[in-house]
């Protein structure tokens, strides 16, 4: 169990969105806004890493929290996000040891729903995670127009070898 995560809100992972920040697509869009990080205009717990579909336009999401492997060994993630989007990860429970592992960006690029290979970019090097351990994690995306998503996988020892959205049972 995990211990001074906080907030810490075990088998879910925050979902923070900021509207009416324009129309950009960009991930910069979102981050370079006076709103980011900390005035969202809404903030949800999400029970997978998953945030809603055909929501609205001119948008940004943020899902942050902490990743917990049960099962030590070699992970590979993926993001699917429309408009572009990215994923972040620690090397521990500090978020400012992350960095980005893996993204969709430039203009119209986009993928669907759980479209998990479009683009090489969307799939992360694989990392080898410690069973327990808690791993900071946070996917970033910005919609300008249109369709819009965000999903998190994984495949490895804890996801039964399949690219699978992650559960909450693995999140706080």
């Given at each position: 169990?995990l211990?001074?995560?906080?907030?810490?809100?075990?088998?879910?992972?925050?979902?923070?969105?900021?509207?009416?920040?324009?129309?950009?697509?960009?991930?910069?869009?979102?981050?370079?806004?006076?709103?980011?990080?900390?005035?969202?205009?809404?903030?949800?717990?999400?029970?997978?890493?998953?945030?809603?579909?055909?929501?609205?336009?001119?948008?940004?999401?943020?899902?942050?929290?902490?990743?917990?492997?049960?099962?030590?060994?070699?992970?590979t993630?993926?993001?699917?996000?429309?408009?572009?989007?990215?994923?972040?990860?620690?090397?521990?429970?500090?978020?400012?040891?992350?960095?980005?592992?893996?993204?969709?960006?430039?203009?119209?690029?986009?993928?669907?729903?759980?479209?998990?290979?479009?683009?090489?970019?969307?799939?992360?090097?694989?990392?080898?995670?410690?069973a327990?351990?808690?791993?900071?994690?946070?996917?970033?995306?910005?919609?300008?127009?249109?369709?819009?998503?965000?999903?998190i996988?994984?495949k490895?020892?804890?996801?039964?070898n399949?690219?699978?959205?992650?559960?909450?049972?693995?999140?706080?």
């Amino acid at each position: 169990v995990l211990t001074n995560l906080t907030p810490c809100h075990a088998g879910s992972i925050s979902y923070a969105l900021y509207d009416g920040i324009g129309t950009g697509n960009l991930v910069s869009d979102l981050t370079s806004n006076g709103r980011f990080p900390n005035d969202p205009s809404s903030e949800k717990q999400m029970v997978t890493f998953e945030g809603d579909s055909n929501r609205a336009d001119g948008y940004g999401a943020v899902m942050r929290g902490y990743l917990i492997p049960p099962v030590g060994g070699s992970y590979t993630f993926w993001i699917a996000t429309d408009d572009n989007g990215e994923l972040w990860m620690s090397t521990s429970t500090n978020p400012g040891s992350m960095t980005r592992i893996a993204y969709i960006s430039g203009s119209g690029n986009a993928a669907a729903p759980r479209q998990w290979t479009k683009f090489a970019s969307q799939q992360s090097a694989a990392r080898t995670l410690v069973a327990g351990q808690g791993y900071y994690i946070e996917a970033r995306m910005k919609e300008g127009g249109g369709n819009d998503n965000l999903a998190i996988a994984w495949k490895g020892p804890a996801a039964a070898n399949q690219t699978n959205v992650i559960s909450g049972q693995y999140l706080a």
